[in-house]
């Protein structure tokens, strides 16, 4: 079949005229003339809806698929929308049959006169080419479109057509239709949106690419402009509300933004879901609901942030990340030099992509990938002084045209750069195990890898509360006396304390807020190696993972975060198991129930993990480790004294950790670098992940009462200053644990257990 493009000069206004009066025509034999296809994709609609990923309180986290959208029916849809869309892009929508005559000789007028170029396709017909045909320009194709769209016409209601197209137009950054535009580009559902915001959406229908308020928000603005005045013309809006929708200042959000950053939770669903029900679930609307709330995940994604931050400050500088050339002159070649770097770099939320643009030793004068300019001097130019200095080696030197990052600390600025080290914060509710905070890594694009589950770490100190826990069943109490002096293995082995100091005999309860691992090295010696690492496996860990031999006291065996805090959940929960669930719940885009979390179970005596005894005296224990001990700063910055907790520093700083809880909520926070490395010589948990666990726990705990340790549990009782187990009231308890003269017990069963592990 001949075929003549609608781009040829001699065609166009003939075209107008021609297919004018076409759309007059309604005889059936232009009908029959042209193959067409069949209607039913429109009339039985099926959207294609994303795998969605919310919180437990409803906001969402992610959408998986190559169609973001949420479909929303008409009448829960804004009239203001509705006006905007329908001024600019079919104002006769209610009065025309598919096609718009009127619309169309207007056009052709326009086109004829050399006037401004007007578009002539009514709604019905872009929602027939969007759905039913291909994008070449023919007359063919136009043909086709306009018969296609008279049969629309006669099979669905005007309101049909336009919750349709309203739902199904693709308005550029992957968001199909107007309730996912709206959060894509201003990050609220429709029923927020300003009228300026309304009619910027308004006008990305014409040519999503060429005014998409992301790229371009120039043209998009412009394009805005147009709506606002058809808005105007047609009577929608008034001339102060014009006047007012010109003068407010649009925010629009960078790509990749979310209102809750939880990327690696998202992944876990994702995943989950796949593996059950194939990728379908890409485009069939599975909504699955997590356990997290919103406000723990921000606190927590903010507290990571600050904390990962805080340690790369410390850090020497390592230069700037590109290095582009710049124009002399100022102005619009600059800005496009700028943006033509900057191609392909991805800014951030947290960490701002910024080009130098003139820099000395006192400041520094940069433009951000927005167009916006800072100057950044005094303390902001802290870290990156060693690329201002003028001896500076090229690789750190910082110039004209030198691609470095900003980062923003109340009202200041700083120069810094992208970390190295990695972190992680996991938070649960310990009475039923769901997960209310989780952070995998600093940045998911950059490193996908989930430290929360995935990564195998030694705990340090971290793990010694579970190794007295075990002891306590030996007959070791809170004050038995033990020796903080050194120690020499049969092997040759010698551990030290941090700082290398030693206080002599010192009870239980003073070791372990100090974190003597002396002290600790002595009370696995006499629990025995076997009989701990069994006993952590009733706190979640994995016997297998840690060693058969006295490091164990030092943490040198593998944990993840998430073990640790189902460790410390059953010691905040008193004394049961904690089984972690993250995925809450998984339903159709019907709603219905296709996967739901079992209940918590029953707490019971029968299903303890360890003795309620047990579980009150550690608790003891661990909150003067936060009152007067390694994590004091906890308490004291908290000013609640139901904070307990445990720092863990392992060897050289490679780790660092603070495993810690309040009765309602147990979080462990974990610092290191994914190919193991110190993070410093001066580092430690108590100055790395105790500043992220306080930061956190200071929004999560907010209106929370403070608990009280409650009425001790049976078979306890009080005996000087500390707590005993009842039946050593008359003796029979460990007394002292000493080097001089083996281990001193107060009777004689378990002196055959120490004398065995001597000679482990």
Request: overall charge positive; charged content about 20%; glycine content about 8%.
């Amino acid at each position: 079949m001949f075929r003549l493009p609608l781009s040829s000069p001699l065609i166009k206004p003939l075209l107008a005229v021609a297919v004018t009066a076409t759309c007059i025509a309604t005889v059936p034999a232009p009908v029959a003339a042209f193959d067409l296809p069949a209607i039913d994709r429109i009339v039985q609609y099926q959207p294609k809806l994303p795998l969605q990923v919310l919180t437990a309180d409803g906001v969402e986290i992610a959408q998986f698929g190559t169609e973001r959208r949420e479909y929303v029916p008409l009448a829960r849809t804004p009239k203001l929308l509705q006006d905007a869309v329908l001024a600019v892009e079919d104002a006769r929508f209610r009065e025309h049959n598919g096609v718009d005559p009127k619309g169309m000789a207007r056009a052709a007028l326009a086109m004829l006169t050399g006037g401004r170029t007007q578009g002539a396709s009514t709604i019905t017909q872009q929602l027939v080419r969007t759905m039913l045909l291909t994008r070449e320009r023919t007359v063919e194709r136009k043909a086709k479109e306009i018969l296609l769209a008279f049969k629309v016409e006669d099979a669905l209601s005007k309101d049909r057509i336009l919750e349709i197209y309203l739902n199904e137009i693709f308005l550029g950054q992957r968001a199909y239709g107007f309730a996912a535009a709206a959060k894509t580009y201003f990050g609220k559902p429709m029923d927020q949106l300003s009228l300026a915001e309304t009619a910027m959406l308004a006008g990305l229908p014409q040519n999503p690419y060429y005014a998409n308020p992301v790229t371009n928000f120039q043209r998009a603005t412009a394009r805005q402009r147009v709506v606002l005045e058809r808005m105007r013309t047609v009577g929608a809006i008034t001339e102060q509300q014009l006047a007012s929708a010109r003068d407010e200042k649009l925010s629009i959000r960078t790509p990749g933004q979310r209102s809750v950053e939880a990327a690696h939770v998202a992944e876990m669903a994702r995943r989950a879901v796949v593996e059950r029900f194939g990728t379908e679930a890409y485009s069939s609307g599975i909504r699955v609901t997590t356990s997290l709330r919103a406000a723990d995940q921000r606190a927590a994604t903010d507290a990571v942030h600050r904390g990962v931050m805080a340690l790369e400050a410390r850090s020497a500088w390592r230069g700037p990340e590109d290095q582009i050339e710049l124009p002399k002159a100022d102005g619009s070649e600059l800005d496009n030099a700028i943006a033509e770097g900057l191609k392909g770099q991805r800014d951030d939320d947290v960490l701002r992509l910024a080009v130098v643009l003139a820099a000395n030793a006192k400041s520094v004068q940069v433009q951000l990938a927005d167009g916006e300019r800072l100057t950044i001097d005094g303390k902001g130019l802290r870290q990156a002084t060693a690329g201002l200095t003028s001896k500076a080696k090229p690789a750190l030197r910082v110039q004209r045209g030198s691609v470095v990052r900003v980062l923003a600390s109340g009202k200041a600025w700083a120069v810094t750069q992208w970390p190295e080290a990695e972190a992680a914060l996991v938070a649960l509710d310990p009475r039923t195990g769901r997960v209310r905070a989780l952070v995998g890594g600093f940045d998911f694009s950059k490193q996908p890898f989930n430290h929360v589950t995935q990564s195998w770490r030694q705990p340090g100190s971290a793990i010694k509360p579970l190794l007295y826990s075990a002891a306590l069943e030996e007959r070791v109490m809170p004050g038995t006396l033990i020796d903080d002096l050194p120690f020499t293995a049969a092997n040759g082995w010698s551990p030290g304390n941090s700082g290398g100091t030693e206080a002599g005999p010192i009870t239980m309860r003073q070791a372990l807020a100090k974190s003597s691992n002396l002290v600790s090295v002595r009370v696995l010696q006499h629990t025995g190696t076997q009989r701990a690492r069994d006993w952590t496996t009733r706190f979640g860990l994995d016997a297998q993972r840690q060693p058969d031999n006295l490091t164990l006291a030092l943490g040198t065996g593998l944990v993840t975060p998430l073990q640790m805090a189902r460790a410390y959940g059953t010691l905040a929960n008193g004394g049961w198991n904690v089984e972690p669930v993250v995925i809450e719940k998984i339903v159709d885009a019907q709603g219905k129930l296709l996967f739901e979390a079992p209940p918590p179970p029953v707490l019971t005596d029968d299903n303890r993990a360890i003795p309620a005894r047990n579980a009150y005296v550690m608790n003891s224990l661990l909150a003067d480790v936060t009152r007067v001990g390694t994590a004091a700063r906890a308490q004291t910055a908290l000013k609640r004294p139901d904070i307990y907790g445990k720092t863990g520093t392992t060897n050289d700083v490679v780790d660092a950790w603070f495993a810690g809880y309040q009765p309602t909520l147990a979080a462990v926070v974990w610092l290191g670098h994914d190919k193991p490395r110190s993070l410093g010589d001066h580092e430690s948990g108590g100055r790395l992940a105790l500043p992220i666990w306080i930061d956190y726990m200071a929004k999560a705990l907010k209106g929370v009462p403070i608990s009280t340790p409650g009425q001790a549990p049976a078979g306890l009782m009080r005996e000087g200053d500390d707590w005993l187990y009842s039946e050593w009231q008359n003796g029979g308890a460990v007394a002292a644990i000493s080097d001089g003269s083996g281990t001193q017990y107060a009777g004689p069963p378990t002196l055959i257990d120490a004398i065995k592990d001597w000679f482990k």
